[in-house]
């Protein structure tokens, strides 16, 4: 299949914001590095360093995901525990594409009592198959939830029933959970080595739930790899991934170092909390890869049009010009919504007649685009077709490709996440 995404980033140039914005000039002065950056990722996916790219092509991991959703069809519900990379995908995709055949419970993403309490209350263990997700098994707040989740489930059901209702996601051959499921006897399913958990969408970690839950993971695939072959294929300066990474780049440059994500399309708002992650722990870095101490990173928002409208974008038009705003826009909802005539004869009201709201959230877009790039506050906007599991593969492609590219611009390792490592150590301290 061809790409259907499309990359607005004309309010992202001099032409519309000043000096805030890129010129002509900057953009052809990264063309080589470009290039270079994307020679690097094409290496390292060839070599089996990272995995992220090749994963799309893997018609075992299909085949092994639909197996085990058949062999698991007769529960209704699945819990997912993970947190992270381990879940952020699966809790993206599965709002974005509502599924429904069966239903995805959350949990292990936090370790308040309360909110696990609430969770389990409304769950009937016994009928619930338990998917846990963790590379080591060792990452402290999912596995504390498995534990608790799977101790009730035994008093419940018994421990050999108990084993049958659980797949542990993890690493192929090592790790506390790996030892545990061989031990108990649960279904698994691998973690890739070469793929850290926040390029995972695409692989077991995010699919197997997706999948379980009614999801076309083919389309997903498909999806991903229009993405990634359009990158492949041609110059990157021409190619909208590359194109908004140099762009958030030279902004970063600029010192507009807040990079703000604002769908407009509650079916994407948690599509915004993955693209934080993924953007923050990707490229927060202390040290670039000569080993000089740098400390950069540009801090990812979360936001959602058009309720941000009322609660942000004050600040993002009047305040600080320290931010970037990249929108993302479904040209087709699956429902319009058409509003109804019967106040019509209200002045102040009539402008809504025949209108429906696709209109408006549409208007309200471009009007917020619009107020931004008139108080020189360059923008962007992702231009999705519709929402179908080819289009969410397309974005989660497009936001992959264009992190690991702006870790090649800032010459650091968007693959490790030292800065974490060192919060889990001194938790397990504490402890």
């Given at each position: 299949m061809k790409t259907t995404l499309r990359y607005d980033s004309a309010n992202m140039l001099s032409h519309r914001v000043g000096r805030f914005g890129a010129a002509p000039e900057d953009l052809r002065g990264l063309r080589n590095r470009l290039a270079r950056a994307k020679r690097a990722i094409v290496e390292r996916s060839e070599a089996g360093e990272q995995g992220w790219l090749s994963c799309l092509d893997d018609a075992a991991m299909v085949k092994r995901i639909r197996d085990l959703v058949k062999k698991k069809a007769a529960y209704r519900t699945c819990l997912v525990i993970g947190i992270g990379g381990s879940?952020?995908?699966?809790?993206?995709l599965s709002k974005a594409l509502k599924p429904g055949e069966k239903k995805l419970v959350f949990a292990?993403?936090?370790?308040?009592?309360?909110?696990?309490?609430?969770?389990?209350?409304?769950?009937?263990?016994?009928?619930?198959?338990i998917n846990v997700i963790s590379k080591s098994g060792d990452t402290v707040e999912p596995m504390a939830t498995f534990l608790i989740v799977r101790d009730r489930l035994e008093r419940r059901a018994g421990k050999r029933q108990a084993a049958n209702q659980i797949i542990a996601t993890t690493d192929r051959e090592s790790g506390s959970l790996r030892?545990?499921?061989?031990?108990?006897?649960?279904?698994?399913?691998?973690?890739?080595?070469?793929?850290?958990?926040?390029?995972?969408?695409?692989?077991?970690?995010?699919?197997?739930p997706l999948a379980y839950a009614g999801a076309d993971m083919r389309g997903l695939l498909a999806g991903g790899r229009a993405q990634r072959?359009?990158?492949?294929?041609?110059?990157?300066?021409?190619?909208?991934?590359?194109?908004?990474?140099?762009?958030?780049?030279?902004?970063y440059l600029k010192r507009r170092r807040i990079h703000v994500l604002m769908p407009y399309a509650e079916r994407l708002r948690e599509f915004a909390f993955w693209y934080r992650q993924l953007w923050a722990e990707s490229l927060?870095?202390?040290?670039?890869?000569?080993?000089?101490?740098?400390?950069?990173?540009?801090?990812?928002?979360?936001?959602?049009?058009?309720?941000?409208?009322?609660?942000?974008?004050?600040?993002?038009?009047?305040?600080?010009?320290d931010k970037i705003i990249?929108?993302?826009?479904?040209?087709?909802?699956?429902?319009?919504?058409?509003?109804?005539?019967?106040?019509?004869?209200?002045?102040?009201?009539?402008?809504?007649?025949?209108?429906?709201?696709?209109?408006?959230?549409?208007?309200?877009?471009?009007?917020?685009?619009?107020?931004?790039?008139?108080?020189?506050?360059?923008?962007?906007?992702?231009?999705?077709p519709n929402?179908?599991?080819?289009?969410?593969?397309?974005?989660?492609?497009?936001?992959?490709?264009?992190?690991?590219?702006?870790?090649?611009?800032l010459n650091i390792n968007a693959y490790h996440q030292p800065g974490v490592e060192e919060g889990k150590r001194l938790t397990k301290q504490y402890l």
């Open positions: 879940d952020l995908a699966a809790r993206a292990g993403a936090n370790t308040d009592p309360d909110e696990l309490a609430g969770i389990l209350s409304e769950l009937d263990l016994r009928k619930t198959l030892e545990l499921a061989e031990r108990e006897g649960y279904d698994t399913l691998p973690v890739p080595k070469n793929i850290g958990g926040r390029f995972s969408a695409l692989t077991d970690v995010g699919l197997f072959d359009a990158f492949l294929r041609g110059k990157p300066e021409k190619n909208p991934t590359a194109l908004y990474a140099a762009l958030q780049y030279l902004a927060g870095k202390k040290t670039d890869r000569r080993g000089n101490v740098v400390h950069v990173g540009p801090t990812p928002v979360a936001a959602l049009g058009v309720t941000d409208q009322h609660s942000q974008l004050q600040l993002y038009v009047e305040g600080p010009n990249t929108c993302i826009e479904v040209g087709t909802f699956d429902d319009d919504a058409a509003l109804p005539d019967s106040v019509s004869d209200i002045p102040s009201l009539a402008y809504l007649k025949g209108k429906t709201l696709q209109d408006l959230i549409h208007a309200e877009r471009k009007a917020t685009v619009t107020a931004l790039a008139r108080n020189k506050r360059p923008n962007g906007t992702v231009h999705l929402i179908t599991a080819e289009t969410m593969g397309e974005l989660i492609v497009f936001f992959e490709l264009a992190t690991a590219m702006m870790g090649e611009l």
